[in-house]
């Protein structure tokens, strides 16, 4: 379904034709969604905000904040030194099968498909914004600019990119690092035409603090069985597209009203599990409705479109601009269990950790088709899991439907190992 070169009416009719899918693809799970027995109105104000394609989010993202955007591709990006900077951090991320599929002509086969879905979705609308952050994570981001040339995409926004030091435990990755978020620091405020306050940038981390604080509350409703593992995902994808303390405030209310919900994985135990891998993005929700269909119970994950969007908690001792930017810079740097890093050997121990909080069996492992450091992971992580008692099973996709019933075959048999 590739426009690129296309005559401009053709083009024109792939595009739009492309753009009714995308918007479908929404529309149909919210409503799916809103179908659900354990929908409560205090899920509204998230459902709205995910309630448009990609572009016109993004526009109604900078209405909600009242600030103009600053796109990102990775949470590694403080968040709060963005929000400091007077600008709303939109991280462009899509579960559009039909993006996706608008962009697949352009590029390899192999590409990651979340970003081939991302630039499908820029391709009908590049949604301005004052520019981009871009941490050189995985090899697929660091072309994302030339993947945007590519797909033919009209994005003229400014382009920062952060250096990441691949190596956490040592002093001189830290140092690296830390310089890198002072350069950032810098960059944000010729965008901004402003400086960066010190007491701007300690109201933005109490801020996410108190988001993050939120978050955790709404995990321990999922791992009591107050909150369904699906609406936990869905209110976190929400997150990026709400003014922060909006946002918070939303969760606030919903957690007021949740009691506990009685299930077969929860009687029993037998079904509770942790999802990790590849991010799962709305509204390619089709992992967590597989999951729930084969009566597995997703009570923990380290998804960064998920459970992981805080990093790390940020601790302030020194309360200086320099302090606090350090502060800021350890808790993303040190707190982040990417696979990207060499040295994460911190990435089995938090599973285990995780483990004995929130009493899972066994482990679901997300793997995106293109997306290399994960699918490397998954090899590495099972021997030990499995030494440690958990079960264990890689699940391989795409963006598409056609392997839906093979994977919830696969889950159920999963589910049936003792």
């Excluded at 400091?84 to 697949?104: D, E, K, Q, T």
């Excluded at 691949?166 to 002093?171: E, G, P, Q, S, V």
């Excluded at 020194?318 to 606090?324: K, P, T, V």
Aim: charged content about 25%; hydrophobic content about 45%.
């Amino acid at each position: 379904m590739s426009c690129a070169g296309a005559p401009p009416d053709r083009r024109q009719r792939i595009e739009q034709k492309a753009a009714q899918k995308v918007a479908a693809e929404s529309e149909q799970l919210l409503a799916a969604l809103r179908q659900r027995e354990d929908c409560r109105p205090e899920f509204e104000a998230f459902l709205r905000c995910l309630s448009t394609t990609s572009a016109a989010s993004a526009a109604d993202a900078a209405r909600r904040s009242g600030r103009p955007l600053l796109k990102l591709l990775c949470v590694q990006a403080p968040l709060e030194l963005i929000h400091a900077a007077g600008f709303h951090p939109f991280r462009v991320f899509s579960g559009s099968l039909a993006a996706s599929a608008l962009a697949a002509g352009n590029l390899p086969a192999l590409t990651c498909p979340l970003l081939r879905a991302v630039l499908g979705e820029l391709r009908l609308n590049a949604a301005p914004a004052a520019g981009w952050v871009l941490p050189a994570t995985c090899d697929w981001v660091t072309r994302f600019p030339e993947m945007l040339r590519l797909c033919e995409v009209d994005d003229s926004s400014a382009i920062w990119w952060l250096e990441l030091p691949r190596l956490k435990n040592r002093a001189d990755g830290r140092e690296r690092w830390l310089t890198e978020i002072w350069r950032l620091k810098e960059f944000l405020e010729r965008l901004a035409g402003r400086g960066i306050g010190r007491n701007a940038l300690l109201d933005s981390i109490a801020a996410y603090a108190r988001a993050a604080a939120a978050r955790q509350k709404l995990r321990q409703a999922r791992i009591e069985g107050r909150l369904a593992p699906l609406w936990f995902m869905l209110v976190m994808s929400a997150f990026f597209l709400d003014e922060v303390s909006a946002w918070t405030a939303s969760v606030e209310r919903l957690l007021a009203v949740l009691t506990p919900q009685r299930t077969q994985a929860r009687e029993n135990g037998s079904g509770r599990v942790f999802l990790a891998g590849s991010p799962i993005v709305f509204p390619n929700f089709k992992l967590p409705l597989l999951l729930e269909e084969a009566g597995l119970s997703v009570v923990a994950d380290d998804l960064c479109s998920s459970e992981r969007i805080f990093p790390g908690t940020t601790v302030v001792e020194d309360e200086s601009l320099f302090g606090l930017v350090s502060a800021l810079a350890g808790s993303y740097h040190q707190g982040c269990l990417c696979p990207v890093f060499a040295d994460n050997e911190r990435r089995v121990n938090n599973i285990f950790n995780q483990r004995d909080e929130a009493g899972f069996q066994g482990v679901v492992f997300n793997v995106l088709k293109g997306c290399h450091p994960y699918d490397l992971e998954s090899y590495s992580l099972e021997a030990p899991l499995k030494a440690q008692g958990l079960k264990f099973i890689r699940l391989e996709t795409d963006y598409t439907q056609e392997d839906r019933q093979n994977l919830l075959t696969r889950l159920e048999a999963y589910r049936g190992i003792r």
